[in-house]
């Protein structure tokens, strides 16, 4: 099975101080990625390279057989929107919207109408847990709920990828444990990838493979010996 999406020869310097120093990762579909490394290691700026939010340098991006780093900014802002999802630790939702146009947001933003943008997201309300939460806003859900929310979010536009960035960092290990669960099965079913930055082993542990980076090179590689995998990916 070929890469999802996949960086070559990634490098990304600020300054003096070198982020990425020459890269290589790829994902599949169906399977799941975790970016593990201490802080200031490149992890998240791995993760917004891939995602096309920050250019690298040198090196080259591609999502199937399509080059994205190369794409001028309305291509790659439509394709953050209509082919990509996130999740972020705080899952950054709209406090004055309810749930389900939180969800519906990214289908509006490319153009279908409110209503048939709430009905496509109120679907994904049962397979994570939330029916009968449709109408509350972020300030009346628990922290895992508005991270459940955030997920349907990321998941309405049925993406190529999902981006998850310490998507359990702000939630207690049980419901983090919940969140994390959900997030790898759910993407997986859909046929999408999952690339996550994590510092937690635990929550690792539920992706297929797991990557260390570490003075912005790739400091080892290892199959998940929890996760089982999805489509007999190997490292």
Same mark, same amino acid.
């Given at each position: 099975?070929?890469?999802?999406?996949?960086?070559?020869?990634?490098?990304?310097?600020?300054?003096?101080?070198?982020?990425?120093?020459?890269?290589?990762?790829? +994902?599949?579909?169906?399977?799941?990625?975790?970016?593990?490394? /201490?802080?200031?290691?490149?992890?998240?700026?791995?993760?917004? +390279? @891939?995602?096309?939010?920050?250019?690298?340098?040198?090196?080259?991006?591609?999502?199937?057989?399509?080059? %994205?780093?190369?794409? !001028?900014?309305?291509?790659?802002?439509?394709?953050?929107?209509?082919?990509?999802?996130?999740?972020?630790?705080?899952?950054?939702?709209?406090?004055?919207?309810?749930?389900?146009?939180?969800?519906? @947001? /990214?289908?509006?933003?490319?153009?279908?109408?409110?209503?048939?943008?709430?009905?496509?997201?109120?679907?994904?309300?049962? /397979?994570?847990?939330?029916?009968? @939460?449709?109408?509350?806003?972020?300030?009346?859900?628990? !922290?895992?709920?508005?991270?459940?929310?955030? %997920?349907?979010?990321?998941?309405?536009?049925? /993406?190529?990828?999902?981006?998850?960035?310490?998507?359990?960092?702000? @939630?207690?290990?049980?419901?983090?444990?919940?969140? %994390?669960?959900?997030?790898?099965?759910?993407?997986?079913?859909?046929?999408?990838?999952?690339?996550?930055?994590?510092?937690?082993?635990?929550?690792?542990?539920?992706?297929?493979? %797991?990557?260390?980076?570490?003075?912005?090179?790739?400091?080892?590689?290892?199959?998940?010996?929890?996760?089982?995998?999805?489509?007999?990916?190997?490292?």
């Amino acid at each position: 099975m070929s890469e999802a999406l996949a960086g070559y020869g990634l490098v990304k310097k600020y300054g003096s101080a070198t982020a990425l120093a020459g890269v290589d990762v790829a +994902v599949r579909a169906r399977e799941s990625l975790a970016i593990m490394g /201490p802080s200031g290691s490149g992890k998240s700026t791995l993760l917004h +390279v @891939l995602a096309g939010v920050i250019r690298p340098d040198e090196g080259r991006v591609m999502l199937g057989e399509e080059r %994205i780093d190369r794409l !001028g900014e309305n291509r790659l802002s439509a394709l953050r929107r209509d082919r990509f999802g996130f999740v972020f630790q705080s899952g950054q939702l709209l406090p004055e919207l309810p749930a389900e146009e939180n969800v519906a @947001l /990214p289908l509006m933003l490319s153009g279908s109408r409110r209503r048939e943008a709430v009905i496509r997201a109120r679907r994904w309300f049962g /397979p994570l847990g939330l029916d009968g @939460l449709e109408r509350r806003r972020p300030g009346q859900l628990s !922290g895992g709920q508005a991270q459940r929310v955030a %997920i349907a979010r990321a998941l309405v536009v049925e /993406p190529d990828v999902v981006f998850a960035d310490e998507p359990t960092g702000a @939630l207690d290990q049980a419901t983090g444990e919940e969140v %994390i669960r959900l997030l790898t099965t759910v993407t997986g079913s859909l046929g999408a990838a999952l690339v996550m930055v994590t510092h937690d082993a635990g929550v690792a542990a539920h992706c297929d493979r %797991i990557v260390q980076v570490r003075d912005g090179l790739i400091a080892g590689r290892r199959q998940s010996a929890v996760a089982p995998t999805r489509n007999g990916a190997a490292s």
